[in-house]
T-cell receptor
Framework: DAGITQSPRHKVTETGTPVTLRCHQT?????MYWYRQDPGHGLRLIHY???????DKGEVSDGYSVSRSKTEDFLLTLESATSSQTSVYFC??????????FGQGTRLTVV | QQQVKQSPQSLIVQKGGISIINCAYE??????FPWYQQFPGKGPALLIA?????SEKKEGRFTISFNKSAKQFSLHIMDSQPGDSATYFC?????????????FGAGTRLTVKP
């Protein structure tokens, strides 16, 4: 899986609690992304990073924040989880403009 | 609204047959069109991609056909095999990755029957 590790792989949390998902890469790629995957919507970009401490919003960024303090780690935080954030979350890394590699995903359930 | 519309939602094909999945896009600035393959429990994996300077690109049994005037592109899987059973996503963006405008279709679940 192109040196991408997502953790945790599965998580159940309660509405209103904060949740942090981690993406770790061993490839030293500059660009990293967080997507969510929902039936009927394909994948939608939440946030992306183009370097340490450089991040930008994606298509569905409301309710999410990210941080990247090291090249290898990109964290996605749900400040106060809601049921609408139940989804499968994928991290991706990109070595060039023409290619991206996805992690195995994190299945998050908010009850 | 979904900027990339994909059809059909599901497709059943016999082994050896041709699988065809279609996508249509709205943004005429899109110039990079990848297809992804995803197996259950795995992340999507890039299968093949095309840029609008060509009308067709072939890699093994997989072919992308691109119609710029109609704003449509399609994936053809020749000699479909049971191992091709997966969900396929089309996508479109301006200038590939490294920006925030990659848009994905909703996906097509392909089942190839032996």
């Amino acid at each position: 899986d192109a040196g991408i590790t997502q953790s945790p792989r599965h998580k159940v949390t309660e509405t209103g609690t904060p949740v942090t998902l981690r993406c770790h890469q061993t490839e030293n790629h500059r660009y990293m992304y967080w997507y969510r995957q929902d039936p009927g919507h394909g994948l939608r970009l939440i946030h992306y990073s183009y370097g340490v401490k450089d991040t930008d919003k994606g298509e569905v960024s409301d309710g999410y924040s990210v941080s990247r303090s090291k090249t290898e780690d990109f964290l996605l935080t749900l400040e106060s989880a809601t049921s609408s954030q139940t989804s499968v979350y994928f991290c991706a890394i990109s070595p060039t403009t023409d290619r991206a590699f996805f992690g195995q995903g994190t299945r998050l359930t908010v009850v | 609204q979904q900027q990339v519309k994909q059809s059909p939602q599901s497709l059943i094909v016999q082994k050896g047959g041709i699988s065809i999945i279609n996508c249509a896009y709205e943004n005429t600035a899109f110039d990079y069109f990848p297809w992804y393959q995803q197996f259950p429990g795995k992340g999507p994996a890039l299968l093949i991609a095309i840029r609008p300077d060509v009308s067709e690109k072939k890699e093994g049994r997989f072919t992308i056909s691109f119609n710029k005037s109609a704003k449509q592109f399609s994936l053809h899987i020749m000699d479909s095999q049971p191992g091709d059973s997966a969900t396929y996503f089309c996508a479109a963006s301006t200038s590939g990755y490294n920006n925030n405008d990659m848009r994905f279709g909703a996906g097509t679940r392909l089942t190839v029957k032996p």
